[in-house]
T-cell receptor
Framework: NAGVTQTPKFRVLKTGQSMTLLCAQDMNHEYMYWYRQDPGMGLRLIHYSVGEGTTAKGEVPDGYNVSRLKKQNFLLGLESAAPSQTSVYFC????????????FGQGTRLTVV | KQEVTQIPAALSVPEGENLVLNCSFTDSAIYNLQWFRQDPGKGLTSLLLIQSSQREQTSGRLNASLDKSSGRSTLYIAASQPGDSATYLCAVSSGGYNKLIFGAGTRLAVHP
């Protein structure tokens, strides 16, 4: 049971570089999410997807793009990384019911220097 | 706008104590409330999920209660152990699509 898998686990970027974070889930969930966690703060929603081919903005979407070309994958892109994007990124997934548990990946620790 | 607050921010207790962690939210229109555990450098592990129609959930030494009308939830940990040391996060689902709003967490240290 892999659940939600994030790749990579750690990354250091220089300001202005681009990268893509990959999230894969094997639970056939419709909904997928990207959150970021900063010190002293709770997780905040960046973008989410309610199904293959759909994406929507969350609370802090600026500087990020996402794609959901396959149901099991949700990609988070940083086109031009900034130091303010240094954070721990978590992917999550859940079923379509409004009152079900969310399952989280192990996180990606990104540092932008 | 939904906001979630957790008190205290940090807690240090000797082993064996019973603990209460608090979570409050500003909008009572929620679908559910989840408590998570996060170990340093790790992901989130779901501990308990309380549906909006429920008052409490129990799992082993953990008991979580929900009072929607007052916008509060508590996580009760009985007979704490050093292995309980972690950050505990509270999150509410509101606004549809299971989007979660998180509190900043309570960092718990249980010492022998």
């Amino acid at each position: 049971n892999a659940g939600v898998t994030q790749t990579p686990k750690f990354r250091v970027l220089k300001t202005g570089q681009s990268m893509t974070l990959l999230c894969a889930q094997d639970m056939n969930h419709e909904y997928m999410y990207w959150y970021r966690q900063d010190p002293g703060m709770g997780l905040r929603l960046i973008h989410y997807s309610v199904g293959e081919g759909t994406t929507a903005k969350g609370e802090v979407p600026d500087g990020y793009n996402v794609s959901r070309l396959k149901k099991q994958n949700f990609l988070l892109g940083l086109e031009s990384a900034a130091p303010s994007q240094t954070s721990v990124y978590f992917c999550a997934s859940s079923t379509v019911l409004d009152s079900t548990e969310a399952f989280f990946g192990q996180g990606t620790r990104l540092t932008v220097v | 706008k939904q906001e979630v607050t957790q008190i205290p921010a940090a807690l240090s207790v000797p082993e064996g104590e019973n603990l209460v962690l608090n979570c409050s939210f500003t909008d009572s229109a929620i679908y559910n409330l989840q408590w998570f555990r996060q170990d340093p450098g790790k992901g989130l592990t779901s501990l308990l999920l309380i549906q909006s129609s429920q008052r409490e959930q129990t799992s082993g030494r953990l008991n979580a209660s929900l009072d929607k009308s007052s916008g509060r939830s508590t996580l009760y940990i009985a007979a704490s152990q050093p292995g309980d040391s972690a950050t505990y996060l509270c999150a509410v689902s509101s606004g549809g699509y299971n989007k979660l709003i998180f509190g900043a967490g309570t960092r718990l240290a249980v010492h022998p």
